[in-house]
């Protein structure tokens, strides 16, 4: 294949995003992190409210998966209290990794009104935890090994960024790298 073609596959992958369908490099098949959860590096989940979201067609699934960094285990459907901003990424989804600065940026800037998650999904939750570290992001994460909220969501690709509001009902949905002004436009809609 000459260069040039090269370089549209190449580029054309990227526009897409990352396929949840590829393994990790490095990955066995089995589920990444069983037995070694919580990563100590990453950062720690908070309790969350006992009220689960109403049951409904905008509400995340009643799936429950363990934090990548100390705390508790993370039940999505209890995702209530304040609005939050979901994100399922991966370490092997150049995408995923190119806004990871631009969530915490964010989060930095609107973490005391809007609760931040990450959901590394068909990931090794130890690299992970060491690509956070390295770029201090300082908002908790869960591990879907499974990625089963991806395919519960109907989506097949990373990164998938969510709104829900404080009743636990996804308001958007954007699939694919943001740019800053499509998470201002997450942001505003939850701060509505």
Aim: net charge negative; with cysteine; aromatic share 4%.
């Amino acid at each position: 294949m000459k260069p040039r073609g090269l370089g549209v596959l190449l580029a054309l992958g990227l526009l897409a995003g990352c396929s949840s369908d590829a393994t990790p490099a490095g990955d066995s098949g089995e589920s990444p992190g069983s037995g070694t959860l919580p990563v100590e590096t990453a950062p720690p989940c908070e309790e969350l409210p006992e009220q689960p979201a109403a049951p409904g067609a905008e509400a995340l699934p009643s799936l429950t998966l363990p934090c990548l960094g100390p705390g508790p285990d993370i039940s999505l459907d209890r995702l209530t209290g304040r609005p939050t901003l979901v994100n399922l990424w991966a370490t092997w989804c150049l995408p995923c990794r190119e806004e990871m600065p631009l969530l915490q940026e964010t989060y930095a800037r609107h973490g005391q009104d809007v609760r931040f998650l990450g959901i590394d999904t068909q990931d090794d939750p130890e690299a992970a935890a060491a690509f956070l570290s390295d770029l201090g992001i300082g908002y908790p994460h869960a591990v879907d090994a499974d990625a089963e909220l991806l395919r519960e969501l109907g989506v097949r690709g990373l990164p998938v960024t969510l709104a829900v509001d404080e009743q636990g009902r996804v308001v958007d949905r954007r699939v694919g790298q943001l740019t800053p002004e499509e998470l201002q436009e997450l942001i505003d809609t939850l701060l509505a």
